[in-house]
């Protein structure tokens, strides 16, 4: 099993920055690709960014191009969110997940079936 375990979220202003990190432990070395969701309230979970093991392939949703940066220090087996630019309808609930899939040359999954593993969520609260 793997456990996944988010911090780093809070209140922030409209323009502000945030990093949110996600902390794994357990059998980790089953784990291939991890990514970042978010869901909104009255809406459905929803992919924002994912990150292959090596670190050397991202992918992104088009809402948060450009803004938001994933990347993951393998010795600490933790996985980071950069958040700039932050919007008032960034704000979510913010969840970790960890997945056996590889990702591909294409890219890596967006599709939360692709994700075995998820952490608990931390609120990431935007103001304008």
């Known amino acids: 099993q793997v456990q996944l375990v988010e911090s780093g979220g809070g209140l922030v202003q409209a323009g502000g920055s945030l990093r949110v990190s996600c902390a794994a432990s357990?059998?980790?070395?089953?784990?291939?690709?991890s990514g970042w969701f978010r869901q909104a309230p009255g809406k459905e979970r929803e992919f924002v960014a994912a990150?292959?093991?090596?670190?050397?392939?991202?992918s992104y949703a088009d809402s948060v191009k450009g803004r938001f940066t994933i990347s993951r220090d393998q010795a600490k087996n933790t996985v980071y969110l950069q958040l700039n630019s932050l919007k008032p309808e960034d704000t979510a609930v913010y969840y970790c997940?960890?997945?056996?899939?590889?990702?591909?040359?294409?890219?890596?999954?967006?599709?939360?079936?692709?994700?075995?593993?998820w952490g608990q969520g931390t609120q990431v609260t935007v103001s304008s």
């Open positions: 357990g059998r980790t070395f089953n784990i291939y690709t």
């Open positions: 997940a960890a997945g056996r899939t590889r990702c591909s040359g294409y890219g890596c999954y967006s599709a939360t079936i692709r994700y075995e593993y």
């Open positions: 990150i292959s093991w090596s670190g050397g392939t991202t």
